[in-house]
Structures are given as structure tokens and as C-alpha cells.
């Protein structure tokens, strides 16, 4: 059985950081591209990053793109955001989610059941 | 980047009865890269189609999608109570994916 387990969100302050982390087990990490899609209060869904199953390719939101960084440990099965000079915008729900395939050309399978930022001073 | 509109915003429906459900791209998605998800309050996402009109693993035949172009459509053939729902279109075929921003089906 699929499992992704996100971990690392919390209450932050503007300007601060935080990295949130997603476990994953049930499949072969390594074989499939994940992505992080995140949620903000009563909101639709916002596309964040994603990371090709390798690590080799990655792509961010212009949103995010310099503030965030996404990751893998494909020995850990765990994937990785960090999040930079966050603001009030970030405030979220963050899901991780793995893709079809390791291209990241694919749709979002599964998805785990997301962690909560909130930047707020 | 490819704006994804969805159409209606809300839809006002009866049990047993048909829901459709439009997706408008800004610019052509190949029907490959273009997916549909269910979201029920205080869940995660769940992935009903892919390739636009392939369910995924579990999903009932009540759910279908189509279309081609800039024009995708999700349908779902007679409406189940645990059907009530939003719905989000997405493409993931050029950075950045995009979703549409949801419509929500809600009993009449």
C-alpha cells in the first residue's frame, strides 16, 4: 500500500524558514517523480514543485521559484521542500504527491494527507 | 503558462442525476498531459482521470472524461451521494502545471 506521510509544518514568522519533509513507502521510491502541491485556507489547488525520480530535474512555481527548494533522498525514501523568506502567501496546506512515472510529464497518483504552514508574526 | 478555467463554478445537482463538467485551457494541452482530481472537504486530492480520459486504479465507469485541444470535459453519468464533491482539472505537460480552480458539485 502507497503511503506518503508529510511532516515539518508549523507556525512561522515572515521572513523565516522551514523545511517540510514527506516519507514515502509502498513503491519503489526512486522510480517515480513526486511533486508538492499546496492549498491555502478555503482555496483551490496551487502546483508548487516537482523532482524527476533521479533528482535530476527539477521545476518550481514562479511563485516560489528562488524561496524554494525541493529534494530527495532516494536511499531514505523521503522527499524534501525547503522553504525560504516565507510570507504570508505561503500560508498552506502542503501535499506531496508522486506521479505516474519517474517523468514528471505525469499525472499525480497519490497523495498523502498534507502539513499545515502558517506565516504569521 | 496555460491557464486552466473551469466551468461551472458550482454545480446544483440531484442524486442519479448526470453532471458535466468543463475544463478550458489558454492554450492547447495534449490530451496525454491533462488529468482530473476529486477533493472531498478536509481530504487530500484524489486522481479520477489521466490522459484525459483514462480512470485510474478504483475509479467507477460513471466517471468519464473527454475532449481534445483547449476543450476537456469530465462527466459523471448519475451521481452517487459520495460524489458531492470539487473537482479540479489539471495539465502537466509544460512548467508550470496548472490546475483549474475547481468546481464543486453540491446537492440540490
Known amino acids: 500500500e502507497v503511503q506518503l506521510l508529510e511532516s515539518g509544518g508549523e507556525l512561522v514568522q515572515p521572513g523565516g524558514s522551514l523545511r517540510l519533509s514527506c516519507a514515502a513507502s509502498?513503491?519503489?521510491?526512486?522510480?517515480?517523480?513526486m511533486s508538492w502541491v499546496r492549498q491555502a485556507p478555503g482555496k483551490g489547488l496551487e502546483w508548487v514543485s516537482v523532482i524527476s525520480g533521479s533528482g535530476g530535474s527539477t521545476y518550481y512555481a514562479d511563485s516560489v521559484k528562488g524561496r524554494f527548494t525541493i529534494s530527495r533522498d532516494n536511499s531514505k525514501n523521503t522527499l524534501y521542500l525547503q522553504m525560504n523568506s516565507l510570507t504570508a502567501e505561503d500560508t498552506a496546506v502542503y501535499y506531496c504527491?508522486?506521479?505516474?512515472?519517474?517523468?514528471?510529464?505525469?499525472?499525480?497518483?497519490?497523495w498523502g494527507q498534507g502539513t499545515l504552514v502558517t506565516v504569521s508574526s | 503558462e496555460i491557464v486552466l478555467t473551469q466551468s461551472p463554478g458550482t454545480l446544483s445537482l440531484s442524486p442519479g442525476e448526470r453532471a458535466t463538467l468543463s475544463c478550458r485551457a489558454s492554450?492547447?494541452?495534449?490530451?496525454?498531459?491533462l488529468g482530473w482530481y476529486q477533493q472531498k472537504p478536509g481530504q487530500a486530492p484524489r486522481l479520477l482521470m489521466y490522459?484525459?480520459?483514462s480512470r485510474a486504479t478504483g475509479i467507477p465507469d460513471r466517471f468519464s472524461g473527454s475532449g481534445s485541444g483547449t476543450d476537456f470535459t469530465l462527466t459523471i453519468s448519475r451521481l452517487e451521494p459520495e460524489d458531492f464533491a470539487v473537482y479540479y482539472c489539471q495539465q502537466y505537460g509544460s512548467s508550470p502545471w496548472t490546475f483549474g480552480q475547481g468546481t464543486k458539485v453540491e446537492i440540490k
Open positions: 509502498g513503491f519503489t521510491f526512486s522510480s517515480y517523480a
Open positions: 492554450q492547447s494541452v495534449s490530451t496525454t498531459y
Open positions: 504527491a508522486n506521479h505516474f512515472h519517474t517523468s514528471v510529464y505525469t499525472a499525480l497518483d497519490y
Open positions: 490522459g484525459a480520459s
